[in-house]
């Protein structure tokens, strides 16, 4: 499954942005969908998961937790990432995928795609 990410760019700190994930198929409404980041000299790493029916949504224990929510419209074959109070530390390229759940954390399971970079001002 293929996902288009878009909605990054420069924000100041406190600020927000919310992020969309699109599939370019209609096949990933089978699937688990959620958002990374990877910040510059860090690994890559979990911040949140969506079912389809969005019965099941999973938070990672990144920084972002409590200032992230996720949601989808499967009618519009999109994931969104909502951001608030953003941090310079949160300035990282975000990616989405397809992802399967280890525990509390997901692992991407697709191709990864270029992401969105978000960069956060002080």
């Known amino acids: 499954v293929r996902v288009i990410e878009s909605g990054g760019g420069l924000v100041q700190a406190g600020g927000s942005l919310r992020l969309n994930c699109t599939a370019a198929?209609?096949?990933?409404?089978?699937?688990?969908i959620g958002w990374f980041r990877q910040a510059p000299g860090k690994e890559r790493e979990f911040v949140a998961a969506i079912s389809w029916s969005e019965r099941s949504i999973y938070y990672g224990d990144s920084d972002l937790k409590g200032r992230v929510t996720i949601s989808r419209d499967n009618a519009k074959d999109s994931v969104y990432l909502q951001m608030d109070s953003l941090k310079p530390d949160d300035t990282a390229v975000y990616y989405c995928n397809t992802v399967e759940m280890d525990g509390q954390t997901g692992r991407g399971t697709g191709s990864w795609g270029p992401g969105t970079q978000v960069t956060v001002s002080s």
């Open positions: 198929t209609r096949a990933y409404s089978r699937f688990l």
